[in-house]
């Protein structure tokens, strides 16, 4: 098996750039959901909210993030830790501590998005945090993470797109693109579901272990077309990944497998790389 994708999303909820090869962190994906955006309680915004979120696009350079919409001019933000007093922010259940970014950065989000983009801020995850993952299915290890849903990776497989496609076609829907999942690694693979089977992903020459620990239940931000932040069908694929029912002992859609790092950190993972699984109970 081959990894036909990597994808990092240095702003949780704008577009996603997609990379020939990236670090690998006990975190993430270097950049990977380094900053998100939060209202005036401090609380994380995402495409659930404001879909328009998915019409921003970005960009890394040496020194800047950059964001670009049709709508204003690019802006960048310095790569270099902005100078400021530490705040809390919360994703989910978790609060995490957060630097602040230039108020720059509000008044351009309304001027892209115009008024539902009003009281939105930028903040940048503070690393001498740690922001620990659940406990529950990490067993007995420990992980963290920067400001993605809950694990540093999301793992996804070619095989189940086209299966799930396949069933959406059959029931007269469209099939869907693999950027509505928004997965970090992306593994070609004949099979469909292998992924829920896997304990451990390898790379050929031990470079690098994953461990896939929990599949992911999806929301409604996989009915949003990434491009254009429209939703077609308000109802699909959620509907369609309910009734294929991957995970019969779980209830909802679910598709990929969120994953931690076992071994590699450092290391560089690259699009090509040949990949070995191990499957529960082997």
């Avoid at 990236?22 to 995402?46: I, K, N, P, Y």
């Avoid at 086209?162 to 959406?168: E, F, I, K, Y």
């Avoid at 999942?181 to 994953?210: C, H, K, M, Y």
Wanted: glycine content about 8%; hydrophobic content about 40%; overall charge negative.
């Amino acid at each position: 098996m081959k990894i036909t994708q990597l994808n990092i999303y240095p702003v949780k909820s704008l577009k996603g750039i997609s990379v020939n090869q990236s670090v690998l962190e006990e975190h993430g994906l270097a950049w990977d959901r380094r900053w998100m955006l939060v209202d005036a309680h401090q609380r994380f915004v995402t495409q659930r909210q404001l879909p328009a979120l998915a019409t921003i696009e970005v960009e890394l350079t040496n020194e800047h993030l950059l964001l670009s919409h049709a709508n204003v001019e690019p802006l960048a933000i310095p790569l270099t830790e902005p100078e400021g007093n530490l705040r809390l922010v919360n994703v989910w259940k978790d609060h995490c501590k957060a630097l602040p970014e230039s108020e720059e950065v509000s008044r351009w989000l309304v001027a892209a998005l115009g008024e539902q983009a009003q009281g939105l801020g930028l903040v940048r995850f503070a690393t001498e945090f740690t922001r620990a993952v659940e406990e529950d299915f990490l067993d007995g290890g420990a992980a963290h993470t920067y400001f993605s849903d809950g694990y540093p990776f999301l793992v996804t497989t070619t095989g189940s797109l086209d299966a799930l496609n396949q069933a959406l076609v059959a029931g007269g829907q469209s099939p869907v693109p693999m950027n509505r999942f928004r997965p970090n690694i992306v593994i070609e693979s004949d099979e469909a579901w292998a992924e829920d089977r896997w304990a451990t992903l390898a790379e050929q020459d031990g470079a690098f272990t994953l461990a896939l620990r929990k599949p992911c239940k999806r929301c409604q931000i996989t009915t949003i077309d990434q491009h254009t932040a429209g939703v077609p069908n308000p109802a699909e694929p959620l509907k369609t990944l309910i009734a294929l029912n991957t995970q019969p002992t779980l209830k909802g859609a679910f598709f990929g497998q969120n994953a931690t790092l076992l071994d590699g950190a450092g290391g560089v993972i690259r699009v090509g790389d040949t990949l070995a699984a191990v499957s529960h109970g082997a």
